[in-house]
């Protein structure tokens, strides 16, 4: 991606996460006083990171061998899977349970939502035009989606397997 795009990227992440003050957690999450565990952040990042980098690398993949992206194409499908993956991802990793049985606030819903939507239109304006964007072709959104789909998919199994294997943190 351009310098402009990363810096537009970290622009519509860190709007999606303004929300984040306001978002209930888990019960369960604040039963008793934890302490935190350097560890268990450090292999946390060390398991999630190459699961998110596997999805960049299939991006990479479909864009040049399934779509034959130039570069403002290449460029536009990056951005638009960069963003909506880690805006989304945000609802997993929140949460030790299944995502979809932990409740967010609902403006952390709606910002994340807003976050992914602007980044998906924007391509089709001529501010995205701005930016070096152009429009993907519409199969590409299929592949968006499957791909998204996939991705929240393994991290929820990635996730599974990982508290499992290491369990809580020390509790006070």
């Not at 030790?96 to 967010?104: A, D, N, Q, Y």
């Amino acid at each position: 991606m351009l310098p402009i795009q990363i810096l537009l990227n970290n622009l519509l992440y860190d709007v999606s996460e303004i929300a984040i003050p306001f978002d209930r957690v888990d019960p369960e999450a604040i039963a008793e006083p934890v302490t935190w565990d350097i560890k268990l952040i450090q292999r946390f990042m060390l398991v999630f990171g190459p699961v998110s980098s596997v999805f960049d690398f299939l991006t990479f993949y479909a864009l040049l061998h399934m779509f034959n992206a130039g570069e403002a194409l290449f460029q536009t499908g990056w951005f638009m899977e960069s963003i909506t993956t880690q805006v989304l991802v945000v609802f997993a990793i929140r949460t030790r349970r299944l995502f979809f049985r932990s409740k967010p606030h609902r403006l952390l819903v709606a910002m994340a939502l807003g976050s992914a939507a602007v980044a998906t239109a924007l391509p089709f304006t001529p501010v995205g035009r701005w930016f070096g964007f152009i429009a993907p072709p519409p199969l590409f959104f299929a592949y968006l989606f499957g791909a998204t789909i996939a991705y929240l998919a393994l991290v929820e199994i990635t996730k599974s397997l990982f508290y499992r294997f290491y369990r809580a943190p020390a509790r006070r």
